[in-house]
């Protein structure tokens, strides 16, 4: 057992993509974990296997009978044109060899479980392997982010095997769920850049005057600190309490994506902010017919010209966030910025932080698809969709393809009843938690009212939300950007 884990030892050092930097140190001090241990056994092709003991439960780590062939008949519908393959778990190394001719990651989530099996398998081929890259026990998810951002992800797939699921369960579940998001969220900004980077270029130059003769919209970072604010998304769910918004217009600073300026418009609800990020021409349509004069635009710097020009309130300007436009923006000075997110709602979030609001409410983000609807009736989106229906385009056909296009599956919303959701919003799901648990001091509500379930924030109605902000009057004062501070301050 000696030997074994010496080789082991030694391969590993010659493994220069071993992660965290230290592992070597956590290794040889990691304590011996009680609840969990390991008994190598013979399987009947005479490879070994092992009975893993953890908190009284049993379970084998390979098959009793072949290994190998267990490994091999996991990977057999595996596409040759896999860029990384992700690997829950070292285990025994039979799922590793399996699959040796593709670029491998190893998450492998216990220290204490890996020096277990280092102290009983031969695995220094395998940990000495230069393809293959290990991340062993206590990661930062960072760590496994910046690798992802320097390698090629098109294509990758994600192995967790029978006994790691049972093991690890958690853990499981935590690091495939943050490595497809993370890749999600590369390859969507990867596309944005190629797709979008001449427009945003011409867009900045169309802007320049505007941009040189407007404030930047770190004018009002930490302006309003605990003052509570409600974030207007254009879900469907918003047509259950768009026509309460009145009532909180004195009670919390509202802050709506473009999307819903016309529903708000059209129940003659002005919000004190507006968001704009998209650089493209179809962006400006949201802006035609709204006069809201008492507003404030935050907009991206390449948002296209006519969005800026037609918009009657006052206008400020975020830095962009696309390489060419930064070039184009350097000498006119800094603007501020805020996180994207991938979405006009997440942009609009993370304002709602930045200007130090708290609690936070979020209205309007379904995040799935009640009723098969995509967006709020009356929408520039819903009633785009049925101008461009035609003949051989009817409305049950367009909502299909749109539907199917994001890897469709149903789940239980905030009521338990079903609603389908897809991959696009799972990611900005994933995106909202991980901001919510970063920003955990402050309150997040979601009174979306039909929307999936999204932890960290609690859900609620807006009767409710009224109740709650029942002693606080505010107004704003646009000329000196601050709150004439007419009530008492939520306190959390």
């Avoid at 190998?68 to 860029?83: G, P």
């Avoid at 539907?403 to 991959?423: A, C, I």
Wanted: one cysteine or more.
């Amino acid at each position: 057992m000696i030997e074994i884990r010496e080789n082991n030892l030694n391969a590993i050092k010659k493994n220069i993509k071993a992660y965290p930097i230290n592992f070597l140190d956590l290794i040889e001090n990691a304590k011996k974990e009680d609840d969990i241990s390991l008994e190598v056994i013979e399987t009947k092709s005479k490879n070994l296997s092992a009975k893993v003991i953890k908190n009284g439960k049993s379970v084998l780590l390979h098959s009793a009978y072949d290994p190998v062939k267990e490994a091999n008949t996991l990977i057999k519908e595996i596409e040759d044109d896999i860029d990384m393959v992700f690997i829950f778990g070292i285990g025994g190394g039979y799922l590793i060899n399996a699959l040796k001719k593709f670029n491998i990651v190893i998450i492998e989530p216990s220290i204490s479980f890996f020096n277990l099996l280092i102290d009983n398998f031969k695995l220094d081929k395998i940990l000495e392997d230069s393809k293959i890259t290990f991340f062993i026990g206590g990661n930062d998810i960072e760590d496994i982010e910046k690798f992802i951002s320097l390698k090629t992800t098109k294509k990758v797939k994600f192995f967790i095997t029978r006994s790691y699921s049972n093991l690890f369960a958690d853990d499981a579940l935590f690091y495939q769920t943050k490595v497809l998001s993370i890749i999600d969220k590369k390859t969507i900004n990867i596309n944005t850049i190629l797709r979008f980077d001449k427009l945003w270029a011409y867009n900045i130059a169309s802007n320049v005057v505007e941009i040189a003769t407007h404030y930047g919209v770190n004018r009002f970072f930490d302006k309003y600190k605990n003052i509570p604010a409600v974030v207007v998304s254009a879900g469907p769910s918003l047509e259950k309490n768009i026509r309460k918004l009145k009532e909180l217009k004195d009670k919390a600073i509202i802050i709506a994506v473009d999307t819903a300026m016309k529903p708000l418009s059209s129940h003659n609800i002005s919000p004190h902010f507006v968001i704009t990020i998209d650089p493209q021409k179809k962006n400006s349509k949201y802006f035609r017919n709204v006069n809201f004069k008492d507003t404030v635009l935050i907009a991206e710097s390449s948002v296209d010209n006519e969005a800026i020009s037609s918009f009657k309130g006052a206008i400020y300007f975020l830095d962009s966030i696309f390489p060419l436009a930064k070039y184009f923006m350097r000498p006119l000075g800094k603007r501020g910025d805020i996180t994207m997110g991938g979405s006009v709602s997440t942009a609009a979030y993370d304002f709602a932080i930045r200007i130090g609001a708290n609690p936070i409410i979020m209205l309007g983000l379904d995040l799935s698809f009640p009723n098969h609807q995509t967006h709020i009736k009356g929408s520039y989106h819903e009633e785009n969709f049925f101008t461009e229906i035609g003949k051989l385009d009817s409305y049950d056909s367009r909502i299909y393809k749109v539907l199917v296009s994001g890897n469709l599956r149903e789940e239980k919303n905030v009521y338990g009843e079903s609603v389908f959701t897809d991959s696009r919003f799972d990611m900005y799901r994933n995106w909202y938690e991980e901001q919510c648990k970063i920003n955990s001091s402050k309150k997040f509500y979601n009174a979306t009212e039909g929307g999936v379930i999204i932890k960290a924030m609690e859900n609620i109605t807006v009767d409710e939300l009224l109740k709650k902000l029942d002693n606080i009057n505010i107004e704003i004062d646009k000329n000196s950007e601050e709150l004439n501070k007419k009530m008492k301050y939520y306190q959390t």
